[in-house]
């Protein structure tokens, strides 16, 4: 997988990616919503996960990497995701704190929807959004999304309430298009 953005390239995980992404997954405060950061082992996991799901679903989180210096910053991209009994798509991201508030996220997420959208035969792309992460929220407004219904993800024997922020098709196009 290669996706190129004006400032990004999004690419298969590595596991040489690992000490890169640990630098998001690993820190508290960028996984607020996880209400932990990830220890080194569990990056390394994560990074198979997707790995597995290239292979299985033909897509996942990939490497987010700064063109100018190739430096890979987080992940993003689209998984399977359950919100309640429904199996949705969705566009996800992690980025470490160092590079975050320059556009990134809206922009390697926007390549990601694009991706999905020209590739996989679904009416609607969504973002599971803590509703304590104010910044996701934002960003899933930035890409046109709006708040379909809310509903609890239990994560580490924790009830966390979240958005299903999601944008069909049809109003992608729209936004494409203007």
Known sequence: ??????????????????????????????????????????????????RERYVTDGFGLWAVVLQATGEVIGDCGITTQKIEDDAVIEVGYHLARDHWHQGY????????????????????????????????????????MTVRRRFITRYRDIDMPHLAFAVSRDRWAGLSSS
């Open 105 to 144: 996220a809206t922009e390697a997420a926007r390549a990601s929807i694009d991706w999905a959208f020209a590739t996989l035969d679904v009416d609607a792309v969504y973002a599971k959004v803590r509703d304590t992460n104010l910044a996701s929220m934002n960003v899933a407004i930035r890409l046109g």
């Open 1 to 50: 997988m290669l996706l190129e953005t004006p400032r990004l390239l999004l690419r298969d995980l590595a596991e040489t990616d690992a000490s890169a992404l640990h630098r998001a997954l690993g820190d508290p405060i960028a996984m607020a919503a996880y209400e932990h950061g990830f220890d080194l082992d569990e990056t390394h996991v994560w990074i198979q996960r997707q």
